[in-house]
């Protein structure tokens, strides 16, 4: 715990040769200036963005792979986790070529007629998304496979004789017994995406920053050390916010 602390506490209040009095300064400097408040708005509202489409896509997949009683449902939740073991930068490099100018998606825009010119997708919000969306899709479906797994499959048959859809007992049975594990699907798929660096990198470009993009050029380029420090903590903040806002979900579904 200490080797992880020190560091950390180290990293976001001591960093070389700035006195914390001007790391403060420069995180109120931040909370007030429009660009940094666009970065940190952009940040939140993509991380949330993909929060949600993670959740909403994971689940039924979870609950499908969780319920099925095919022999292959093993398999398929291996190839539903496989992205996992690739490389962050092989996969986001796999939308750089579906996404390009001269990519896979723009030649077929044009040849259906959808458009005349290939569109920019690249270096735009919803590239961002679709990159952040495929890293933590099977963190989300991992997360709500093992919370639907520990859930009776009898309910789901009693509810379903009693006159019950499939839909319904999804809703009214299932969702709610499994909401702990849909909660910290959430949380990680949140805080990763508010931490992710090299995805916002490739996708975004400078035209889409991100606090942790930022925090790169503050560290690496600038080598503002206050404005580093300052990102830091607006992310641990964030992160450590998201966290206790999600137990307090998570113990309320599962009290109720």
Do not use: H
């Not at 909403?56 to 996992?84: C, D, K, M, N």
């Not at 050029?217 to 641990?236: E, G, H």
Request: aromatic share 8%; glycine share 8%.
């Amino acid at each position: 715990m200490a080797g992880f602390l020190i560091p950390s506490a180290a990293m976001l209040f001591a960093p070389p040769d700035v006195p914390t009095s001007q790391i403060f300064a420069r995180l109120g400097e931040m909370l007030t200036d429009p660009y940094d408040l666009e970065v940190i708005g952009r940040t939140v509202g993509l991380a949330l963005a993909v929060t949600i489409i993670c959740v909403v896509l994971g689940f039924p997949i979870a609950y499908w792979l969780a319920r099925s009683p095919s022999r292959w449902s093993g398999v398929f939740l291996a190839v539903a986790i496989f992205p996992l073991m690739l490389s962050n930068v092989v996969r986001t490099f796999g939308w750089l070529v579906i996404l390009g100018s001269k990519g896979a998606l723009g030649r077929l825009l044009v040849q259906l007629g959808v458009v005349d010119v290939a569109p920019q997708l690249l270096y735009t919000k919803l590239a961002i998304v679709l990159g952040l969306t495929q890293l933590f899709l099977p963190l989300a479906i991992i997360s709500c496979y093992s919370a639907v797994a520990q859930v009776d499959p009898g309910l789901d048959d009693a509810s379903r004789g009693l006159g019950g859809s499939r839909i319904r007992t999804m809703w009214n049975i299932v969702i709610p017994l499994t909401m702990p594990g849909i909660v910290v699907a959430a949380t990680l798929v949140f805080a990763g995406s508010v931490t992710a660096y090299t995805t916002p990198y490739l996708l975004g470009g400078s035209s889409q920053r991100m606090l942790s993009t930022q925090l790169f050029n503050y560290a690496s380029t600038t080598v503002d050390w206050a404005s580093a420090s300052a990102t830091a903590l607006i992310m641990t903040v964030l992160v450590f916010l998201v966290s206790g806002l999600s137990s307090l979900i998570g113990r309320k579904g599962a009290t109720s």
